[in-house]
């Protein structure tokens, strides 16, 4: 194959040998938006419709077996999980037929016409077909039903009803063997007990465009899924986690961002060690808008990489998906949800498919490759793209270790800047049309910078306006009347001094044994009120000499020198000082009787 044109690398050896297609036939007619089956040693797909093509990736005459049997052309084709005997689905719109490969072989050779097994007939348009992990049952999507199919005894196990749009992928739980999982058009995935035949899990509507491909991980016992829009939802299923949502991926945005970050590092490498190809192709990615739908999903053997070649791989040991889409195939890691890897068909320019129809891909291999099964968009071709995981990433740019760059600053640092460490100047009276003018001049002189992030920086700082001040200009010639000073002091008490442990007045409040609920001074310090468990206040003088006031309830006000008084049998009475004083002094301290309405009186300044 030639050398890409974009892809970047180090070992310009290396990147002829990141693709290779390895097989390209020419199909009568187009096997687009057709679900594609590419396992560990066989890739099949239909050939010219209503024809099964299997090709072996480890046979190297490329002897492909050919299957017939379905009257329609075949719109899903899927592996079973076992591999002895490994078993083969296909499904058109008059049958769903079961194949067991060895035997089709054997058929084969003997000069015989190989025969599958028909599990249902007339389903109408199936989109998906997915076995159970002991392919015991097998579960096929035809229009907005899911109907589960017995591998031995070849009925009709469950058929699941719920959605309301055609579903387009499956997918059975591992480690809970009852739940079957489902996407469909409507934008919405359901989770389902395939064996009461009962829908456990509905969620909300997540995206606007319909929902296309579905993956559980087993290690991190979480479910992706992939919408038409290149818009991928990862969703938590763990017991405990009630199908909570993990975290949303725009593939377009994540694109951006790797290419970013690939133009970046390669722009801080040194001009006599950077051998890498233009990347004028990754600045421009503007041009053409392209969608990235999200045609499937696979799990990708990044881990088994050596690190020395994984290039600019973040995560050693973290979980990774291979995404197909229309334009290319991405490496997602699902510890921090960040591309490891892209892979553009257009940046080859020997591959026969640039924009794909559909795909599958098997990334669970010991030689470090992968194999993915393209179908062509627009035209009937059909490829096997060799892929070398150790190529790929190695083609990415590493960062330049132990050489930094350093720049000079065009002007000083900002003193709103969290890097500016100057001592703060000592405020000079000047006139205020000085300081308007010097604030001007300060604010002309600086350089205007915009920043992609903006951090608050208000929070911990004094206001730059005071707004209220409290009135410190009252003249009394510092003078107190002679009953302020023999009554009360209003001295604050230091908040450095320890609490007082000394007893210095004590006085009891009931003949009865009462609980003290509550006590609470005025504002001025003249008197203080104490709640009672009886349902009582007492309102003594600061000093806690004369007799005590009895109400029913006390709260103090902040209206300056007016009293409130309010009662359940009367209408509110506003009065003074002197009057709540005289007040006070003339109430018994007699306890209500059962009979008395309670009174409440609210007491101000």
């Not at 909570?244 to 133009?263: A, I, Q, W, Y």
């Not at 007016?562 to 007699?590: C, D, H, Y």
Request: glycine letters at 6%; a neutral charge; proline letters at 5%.
């Amino acid at each position: 194959m030639e050398e890409p044109q974009e892809i970047s690398s180090t070992d310009d050896s290396c990147v002829d040998d990141i693709v290779i297609e390895k097989y390209l036939v020419e199909s009568k007619e187009p096997a687009s938006h057709v679900q594609l089956a590419c396992g560990v040693q066989h890739c099949a797909f239909p050939l010219d419709g209503n024809q099964l093509c299997i090709w072996n990736t480890e046979d190297p005459s490329h002897q492909r077996l050919i299957l017939r049997g379905h009257q329609q052309p075949i719109t899903a084709v899927v592996f079973g999980n076992t591999a002895n005997p490994l078993l083969i689905c296909s499904a058109s719109q008059d049958c769903v037929i079961m194949w067991k490969l060895d035997e089709c072989r054997e058929k084969v050779l003997e000069g015989l016409t190989p025969r599958g097994t028909v599990m249902r007939t007339l389903l109408g348009k199936v989109l998906c077909l997915r076995f159970c992990p002991d392919d015991r049952v097998v579960a096929a999507c035809a229009g907005n039903k899911i109907l589960v199919l017995d591998v031995e005894s070849l009925s009709t196990s469950a058929e699941l009803e719920g959605h309301r749009g055609p579903v387009t992928a499956a997918e059975f739980c591992a480690w809970r063997a009852r739940v079957l999982v489902s996407v469909s058009e409507d934008r919405s995935f359901k989770v389902w007990d395939h064996r009461l035949g009962s829908l456990i899990y509905s969620s909300s509507v997540l995206t606007a465009s319909p929902l296309l491909s579905l993956f559980i991980d087993e290690d991190s016992r979480q479910l992706v899924t992939g919408s038409a829009d290149g818009q991928l939802w990862i969703f938590s299923l763990g017991e405990s986690h009630h199908y909570r949502c993990v975290t949303h991926v725009d593939l377009k945005k994540k694109t951006e961002s790797f290419s970013t970050r690939r133009v970046e590092s390669q722009l801080c490498s040194l001009p006599e060690e950077s051998q890498l190809p233009s990347t004028d192709g990754l600045e421009r990615g503007g041009e053409i808008e392209v969608e990235l739908p999200v045609l499937s999903l696979a799990p990708c053997a990044l881990s088994l990489v050596p690190s020395s070649e994984r290039g600019f791989v973040s995560s050693e040991n973290a979980s990774c998906l291979w995404i197909g889409s229309s334009a290319g195939l991405f490496i997602l890691n699902l510890a921090n949800f960040e591309l490891e890897a892209v892979l553009r068909y257009k940046d080859f320019r020997n591959l026969s498919i640039q924009v794909a129809g559909s795909c599958a891909v098997m990334g669970k291999t010991g030689n470090h490759m992968a194999f993915c099964l393209l179908t062509s968009l627009f035209g009937s071709q059909v490829a096997v793209l060799e892929i070398r995981l150790a190529c790929l990433v190695r083609s990415l740019p590493r960062p330049n270790v132990g050489k930094d760059l350093s720049v000079l600053p065009r002007s000083g640092v900002l003193p709103t800047s969290p890097l500016y460490f100057a001592l703060v100047e000592e405020k000079s009276t000047k006139p205020a049309s000085q300081k308007q003018s010097a604030v001007r001049s300060v604010v002309k002189d600086q350089p205007l910078v915009f920043h992609s992030r903006v951090r608050s920086s208000g929070y911990t700082s004094a206001p730059h306006v005071t707004m209220f001040l409290p009135k410190t200009n009252i003249k009394n010639n510092g003078k107190r009347s002679s009953k302020c000073k023999n009554n009360y002091k209003c001295k604050e008490y230091p908040s450095e001094s320890p609490l007082p442990t000394r007893l210095s007045k004590q006085l009891a409040v009931a003949s009865d044994p009462t609980a003290v609920c509550c006590l609470q001074f005025s504002d001025d310090g003249r008197r203080l009120a104490c709640g009672l468990a009886n349902h009582l206040s007492l309102v003594f003088d600061a000093d806690l000499s004369g007799k005590p006031a009895v109400f029913s309830a006390v709260a103090w006000g902040t209206l300056p020198q007016r009293g409130l008084m309010s009662s359940a049998m009367a209408a509110p009475r506003i009065r003074t000082n002197e009057t709540l004083g005289r007040l006070q002094r003339s109430v018994q301290t007699q306890p209500l009787d059962h009979g008395d309405s309670p009174q409440s009186i609210l007491l101000s300044r």
